[in-house]
């Protein structure tokens, strides 16, 4: 697993709530994604980082923001949920030597 | 627009048979294509990845191919085992000499394998 973990792994909020993520790497990679995966859709890219404080969007980031104030920690928020939102969210890290990304075991969020 | 399309959508075979999964691309440029796993209610695991000039890789059971020309690649499992029920990604790198590197995602196909 590379070392990522997510927290918390399930989640169950109201529509208008913020909400946090959080993406933990232990093997100090400097790329960091965020993915939001649902039926009928491949997994697709919310936001990214290139380094500390370096973030840029995705094709869906319309409604989340991101930050990264460490190396380690990569933190997906959403401002003000809404049932769109609900969806499964996936950290993941690009190791550039093998140019592999690896996947955290995913946060299931759910916006009643 | 980049675009990566799997087929079968979902596969249902008998223990100790094989199964073939196709992807078909259209992404440039192209840098690799790689074959994911995902488990239910687990993260993607990487198979195996394949570069332009590479059209065979295995790892175990699963042998992946690559025609860069038509711009396909089948991921073939052989003599099929119940953990193999799972659903395979299609993943597909484009990576420019300007820095910039993107990944086109297929949506899956969803593998069943019963006894």
């Known amino acids: 697993d590379a070392g990522i973990t997510q927290s918390p792994r399930h989640k169950v909020t109201e529509t208008g709530t913020p909400v946090t993520l959080r993406c933990h790497q232990t093997e100090n990679h400097r790329y960091m994604y965020w993915y939001r995966q649902d039926p009928g859709h491949g997994l697709r890219l919310i936001h990214y980082s290139y380094g500390v404080k370096d973030t840029d969007k995705g094709e869906v980031s319309d409604g989340y923001s991101v930050s990264r104030s460490k190396t380690e920690d990569f933190l997906l928020t959403l401002e003000s949920a809404t049932s769109s939102q609900t969806s499964v969210y996936f950290c993941?890290?690009?190791?550039?030597?093998?140019?592999?990304?690896?996947f955290g075991p995913g946060t299931r969020l759910t916006v009643l | 627009k980049n675009q990566v399309e799997q087929s079968p959508q979902s596969l249902i075979i008998l223990e100790g048979k094989n199964c073939t999964l196709q992807c078909n691309y259209t992404v440039s440029p192209f840098s690799n294509l790689r074959w994911y796993k995902q488990d239910t209610g687990r993260g993607p695991v990487s198979l195996t990845i394949m570069t332009f000039s590479e059209n065979t890789k295995s790892n175990g059971r699963y042998t992946a191919t690559l025609d860069a020309d038509t711009k396909q690649s089948s991921l073939h499992i052989t003599a099929s085992q119940l953990s193999d029920s799972a659903s395979y990604i299609c993943v597909v790198s484009s990576a420019s000499g300007a820095g910039s590197y993107q990944l086109t995602f297929g949506k899956g196909t969803k593998l069943s394998v019963i006894p």
């Open positions: 993941a890290i690009r190791d550039r030597n093998t140019d592999t990304q690896y």
